[in-house]
C-alpha cells in the first residue's frame, strides 16, 4: 500500500493563472476529499467524491475551482485565474466506506503559491 | 463558524513531560473524533481516535480523555520525546463519515 500521493508537491504561479493538482488515493478506497490548509491554521473542507460522484462542495470552493474524479480513481483540482489568496496547502485525503469509514488518510500535499 | 475550538496554540514541554492538548466542540452529530500529527511540509497523519461512547483510549504513550456531558476532548502525551514536536490538531467527523472539522491545532515543541 503506497498512501496518498499528491503531485505537484509544489507549484508557483503568477496571479491570473490556471494550475491544476492531482491526486491518487489509497487503491482500494472509494471516498476522496480535498481539503485547503493555509498556515497555522487546520485544514478546511472543500469537497468529496465517493466514486466518480461529487457528493459535497464547500462554500469555499468558489466558481474558479472544479474537481473532477473520471472513473472513480485519481482526482483533479484545478484553480482558474488563481489569485494571491488561494495560496494554501491544498490536501488530499482518502478513506473506505463501509470500513472504517471514518478513517481519512491524507497525502503530502501540494504547496501553492501565487504571486 | 469554528466548530470545534482547540488550545492551547502552542506549548512547550521538556523532554519526559506531559503534554496535554485541549478540544472543545459544538456540533453533538459529531461521533468519531480524531487527533492527527502533522510535521513541517507533510500532510496530517492520524494518531488516535475515540467515539464518543468511550471515555478514555489509550495508545502508547496517547491517551484521549472524553467527557461528552462536556463536550469536551484531550491529548495526552506522556513522556514527550523530541521526536513529538509537530502540530497536532483535534477533529470531529458526523456519522458515515464525509468532512472531519478540524481545530486551530496545536504546535507542540518538546526541549531535549
Known amino acids: 500500500d503506497t498512501g496518498v500521493s499528491q503531485d505537484p508537491r509544489h507549484k508557483i504561479t503568477k496571479r491570473g493563472q490556471n494550475v491544476t493538482f492531482r491526486c491518487d488515493p489509497i487503491s482500494e478506497h472509494n471516498r476522496l476529499y480535498w481539503y485547503r490548509q493555509t498556515l497555522g491554521q487546520g485544514p478546511e473542507f472543500l469537497t468529496y467524491f465517493q466514486n466518480e460522484a461529487q457528493l459535497e462542495k464547500s462554500r469555499l470552493l468558489s466558481d474558479r475551482f472544479s474537481a473532477e474524479r473520471p472513473k472513480g480513481s485519481f482526482s483533479t483540482l484545478e484553480i482558474q485565474r488563481t489569485e494571491q489568496g488561494d495560496s494554501a496547502m491544498y490536501l488530499c485525503?482518502?478513506?473506505?466506506?463501509?470500513?472504517?469509514?471514518?478513517?481519512?488518510?491524507f497525502g503530502p500535499g501540494t504547496r501553492l503559491t501565487v504571486l | 463558524q469554528q466548530q470545534v475550538k482547540q488550545s492551547p496554540q502552542s506549548l512547550i514541554v521538556q523532554k519526559g513531560g506531559i503534554s496535554i492538548i485541549n478540544c472543545a466542540y459544538e456540533n453533538t452529530a459529531f461521533d468519531y473524533f480524531p487527533w492527527y500529527q502533522q510535521f513541517p511540509g507533510k500532510g496530517p497523519a492520524l494518531l488516535i481516535a475515540?467515539?464518543?461512547?468511550?471515555s478514555e483510549k489509550k495508545e502508547g504513550r496517547f491517551t484521549i480523555s472524553f467527557n461528552k456531558s462536556a463536550k469536551q476532548f484531550s491529548l495526552h502525551i506522556m513522556d514527550s520525546q523530541p521526536g513529538d514536536s509537530a502540530t497536532y490538531f483535534c477533529a470531529g467527523i458526523k456519522a458515515a463519515g464525509n468532512k472531519l472539522t478540524f481545530g486551530g491545532g496545536t504546535r507542540v515543541l518538546v526541549k531535549p
Open positions: 485525503a482518502s478513506s473506505y466506506e463501509g470500513r472504517h469509514t471514518d478513517t481519512q488518510y
Open positions: 475515540i467515539r464518543p461512547d468511550v
